[in-house]
């Protein structure tokens, strides 16, 4: 089933997805999440540090910071998403529609993480707008090559973020901060929903040539991000702090989806390299799975280590 079949086939889909969406999400405003009170004015070429963060007397960790930097950044990008996914899903009838709507949602996040980080200056905000500009003119992002990849990698992707949004909140001991992220999260599950419920579709439509999508961008897959600078040093660090790591990204994201909910490994229907890629898929999740295992493993006994020589 080519693109223009498969888009036909599921625009009823869409088009129920996308009044669930917009009967379950709920407006908000990102100024009403931000602490305006702890903002203030700042002096031209004030070097910062980390006594100047108003984080309503908790203190972050470099690991957060790192997060914080990354998500803002990856939010940041927005542009280069929307040109992605309305190249693969189109700008006409309900497909245009959910793309607009996504993208103004996505909108909001850059808007209240960047308000709480300006007003409480948790993070440089100097070193937050060069790579805000190093980043965006760049321009890098994942890029799906086939319609059936952007559906299962879209799925995969916004999961993953919401995760990451949320273990950065739970981290950040400033319960403002938590908030901010907690709101941003809820708009990032219902995008999850809304794609992981598509993809599910496009399964029954066209098995085949979702399976081979399916092995491919769970052996490729990427976070946005790798077009932000020292963005492979940020992710150690985030991965330290078990904000995003492989144990993560299998447990919670992989085996619920790919799993569980789309069912991969009973998947019927399929032929020649549908069902050789069915039995790939297989493989890898059973290894990500053991690597998985093997890698908390051994964050547990290095935290263990650190305690005892702390």
Not at 161 to 173: A, F, V
Request: glycine share 8%; proline share 5%; hydrophobic share 40%.
């Amino acid at each position: 089933m080519n693109d223009q079949q498969i888009l036909f086939e599921l625009t009823p889909v869409v088009e129920q997805l996308l009044e669930r969406h917009l009967e379950t999400s709920k407006e908000w405003f990102p100024h009403e999440h931000v602490p305006h009170a702890r903002g203030r004015d700042v002096e031209p070429g004030h070097q910062w540090t980390e006594a100047d963060a108003d984080l309503g007397g908790h203190a972050l960790t470099p690991e957060v910071r790192s997060a914080l930097y990354v998500n803002l950044l990856t939010e940041d990008n927005l542009p280069y998403y929307f040109r992605t996914v309305e190249s693969l899903f189109g700008a006409d009838g309900p497909w245009g529609t959910w793309v607009r709507r996504w993208t103004a949602e996505e909108g909001r996040h850059s808007m209240v993480i960047y308000g709480y980080l300006a007003a409480t200056r948790a993070i440089d905000l100097v070193e937050l707008e060069r790579g805000r500009m190093a980043q965006v003119a760049l321009g890098e992002t994942p890029n799906p090559e086939t319609l059936h990849e952007g559906f299962v990698y879209l799925a995969l992707q916004e999961l993953a973020t919401r995760i990451s949004h949320r273990n950065t909140g739970l981290q950040m001991g400033d319960p403002v901060g938590y908030e901010v992220m907690k709101r941003v999260c809820a708009d990032e599950n219902l995008h999850q929903l809304f794609y992981r419920d598509l993809a599910a579709a496009a399964v029954q439509a066209a098995p085949n040539e979702m399976m081979i999508a399916m092995e491919k961008q769970v052996r490729t897959f990427a976070m946005p991000g790798t077009g932000i600078p020292g963005f492979d040093e940020h992710s150690k660090r985030i991965a330290k702090a078990g904000i995003y790591d492989l144990q993560i990204h299998h447990e919670q994201i992989l085996a619920p989806v790919v799993l569980r909910q789309w069912d991969a490994a009973n998947i019927g229907g399929l032929t020649g390299e549908g069902a050789a890629a069915q039995e790939r898929l297989m493989k890898r999740m059973a290894t990500s799975e053991r690597v998985a295992k093997r890698y908390g493993e051994k964050r547990d006994r290095d935290r263990a280590a650190e305690l005892q020589h702390a």
